[in-house]
């Protein structure tokens, strides 16, 4: 096993979320991948050919803007799945969920308050990704894509989501876990 984790930020990154990173790379042997850019897709795309070229056989995904216990490679490593992340809340009201449970009805969430769980899709701020996957995936792996009937526009871990799913890859969710991470956000203060 060769795990890389793997972070696309923008210019900066939230200082909780590199003393979260610095505490999950003192549990585990890893490499520390990180892009920095604008367009979130094309990064993911450049990291994981890295990883790739490495001989990774696993990718941790963690975004910026996160706050993750120390153990949180082993606990997503120990489930022994193809793709498992955790879950966490959306940053502006209504908070919620970023596990999707219904491909056609995207206000699905997952609400489960622990153990293991199947869902469609969630967010990448937290997952664990065998490279086999892209290995079996065509490219591009990450791109934005508009949802047919919201015409709104698709992220590119949801895209993500619906080609390993479409492939056959179950995707899980660790709710105890989920339970343990927070979305940094930013928010104005007034007198």
């Not at 120390?70 to 490593?77: E, H, Q, S, V």
């Not at 449970?101 to 969630?122: C, F, Q, Y």
């Not at 995936?137 to 791109?143: A, G, V």
Request: glycine share 6%; hydrophobic share 40%.
């Amino acid at each position: 096993m060769k795990l890389s984790i793997c972070v696309p930020a923008r210019d900066t990154v939230h200082a909780g979320f590199a003393l979260s990173l610095a505490k999950i790379a003192k549990t585990i042997d890893c490499e520390i991948l990180m892009n920095l850019g604008t367009v979130i897709p094309e990064q993911r795309n450049q990291l994981i050919s890295e990883s790739l070229e490495k001989g990774c056989t696993h990718i941790l995904w963690l975004d910026s803007d996160m706050h993750l216990p120390a153990n949180t490679a082993n606990i997503l490593l120990s489930h022994n799945k193809e793709i498992v992340a955790a879950s966490y809340s959306t940053r502006m009201p209504p908070y919620q969920s970023v596990a999707f449970t219904d491909p056609n009805n995207l206000s699905e969430r997952l609400d489960e308050i622990g153990g293991l769980h199947k869902v469609w899709a969630v967010g990448m701020g937290c997952m664990l990704v065998n490279t086999k996957v892209y290995e079996y995936l065509e490219k591009p792996w990450h791109q934005y894509l508009e949802h047919k009937e919201t015409k709104t526009l698709m992220g590119e871990d949801i895209y993500f989501c619906k080609n390993a799913n479409d492939a056959g890859f179950d995707i899980f969710i660790d709710a105890d876990l989920s339970k343990k991470i927070a979305h940094y956000g930013t928010k104005s203060f007034k007198l």
